[in-house]
C-alpha cells in the first residue's frame, strides 16, 4: 500500500471539476484508491464519494492506493493536487 498526504490547494476547494478529475485519473489504474479526510473514507474512483468529503482550502487529505500500479497513481493524484487542478 501507497500512502500519501494531501493538501488542498486550490481556493475552492475539491468541486465538481477536481473531483472528476481525480476520479477520471484514478480509473486509469486498477488498483484500489481511497481518500480519507476526517473520519470519511471514500473511494476515489467515485466522482460523487470524492464531492463528498467537502474538502476546502488547505485541507489535508490522506491518499491510499494498493495494488500492482498503486505508485503511479499515487503520483497522478499528487500531481493533480500540486498544480491545483490548473484552476490558478
Known amino acids: 500500500m501507497t500512502e500519501k498526504l494531501l493538501t488542498v490547494r486550490n481556493r475552492a476547494g475539491i468541486h465538481a471539476r477536481p473531483a472528476a478529475l481525480i476520479a477520471q485519473t ?51 493524484i499528487v500531481q493533480l493536487f500540486e498544480s491545483r487542478f490548473e484552476e490558478e
Not at 52 to 73: F, K
Open 26 to 76: 484514478a480509473n486509469r489504474f486498477s488498483c484500489e484508491v481511497t481518500m480519507v479526510k476526517d473520519d470519511a473514507e471514500v473511494n476515489a474512483k467515485s466522482i460523487m464519494g470524492v464531492i463528498t468529503m467537502a474538502a476546502a482550502y488547505n485541507s489535508t487529505i490522506t491518499l491510499r492506493t494498493d495494488g500492482p500500479d498503486e505508485v503511479q497513481c499515487a503520483d497522478a
